[in-house]
């Protein structure tokens, strides 16, 4: 049954007509609609901080459930959050480097790096073409022997006119990012002795 059914169903019950209709009518509505009314709309609550007489430190603020860590308390050491060794940096990496890796890596470096770094790294991004800072190169003979630690440290908190990026770039793609890094690296300096023998034997005919 509709409400408007059950509003002219109560107000046929109590004889309703003329002006006394009309009011009876009006009451029978303000009963409906009270009866509609939600219950999670007056659902207990408390205010932060108030006080509670439900619990027995009459607080309502509960303490930290054992075990668990608030967002943004997480304490974090070692290599991998941090790309230390002994309070140094560090060298390689946390885990192994896939191609899976090594594409992600790509992706995530063409997003936050290249718009400075360039996409071969080597410091003529779009923005530094436009008047701001140029960073250097990732080809100079002191970043090429940088350990990854170094790289994972600047992405983290910064170096010079570089803001941190760890608010926009997780820990694992850091390392990723560090990976490609090295490939473009070793895309501007390698030779073909870097290759694997059967690349080698393609690429020279056979010749040595």
């Given amino acids: 049954m509709s409400r408007g ?14 002006r006394s209709g009309r009011r009876y009518t009006a009451i029978a509505l303000l009963l409906l609609l009270a009866a509609c ?5 007056n659902q207990p609550r408390y ?3 108030e006080p509670s007489d439900f619990f ?4 309502s603020a509960r303490p930290r ?4 860590v608030a967002r943004g308390e997480l ?4 290599f991998m959050a941090t790309g230390k060794i002994n309070g140094a940096d560090g060298n390689g990496f946390p885990f192994p480097v896939t191609a899976q890796v090594m594409n992600r890596g790509e992706e995530r470096f063409n997003i936050y790096c290249s718009e400075c770094h360039g996409k ?6 779009m923005i530094p073409s436009r008047g701001y800072r140029r960073p250097p190169s990732f080809h100079t003979d002191t ?11 600047v992405i983290t908190n910064g170096f010079g006119a570089m803001p941190s990026y760890a608010p926009q770039v997780p820990v694992e793609d850091r390392w990723a990012i560090i990976a490609y890094i090295r490939a473009l690296q070793i895309s501007q300096h390698g030779t073909i002795d870097d290759l694997p023998p059967a690349i080698r034997t393609k690429l020279t005919g056979g010749a040595q």
């Avoid at 059914?5 to 309703?16: E, L, N, W, Y």
């Fill in 75 to 78: 304490a974090v050491d070692g």
């Fill in 5 to 18: 059914s059950r509003v002219a169903t109560a107000a046929s019950a109590v004889g309703v007509g003329g």
């Fill in 120 to 125: 071969l790294g080597d410091g003529n991004g």
């Fill in 143 to 153: 970043l090429r022997s940088a350990k990854t630690g170094h790289f994972f440290d």
């Fill in 47 to 49: 205010d932060p901080l």
């Fill in 37 to 41: 009314r939600q219950k999670m709309a």
């Fill in 56 to 59: 027995a430190d009459g607080m």
């Fill in 65 to 68: 459930v054992p075990g668990t």
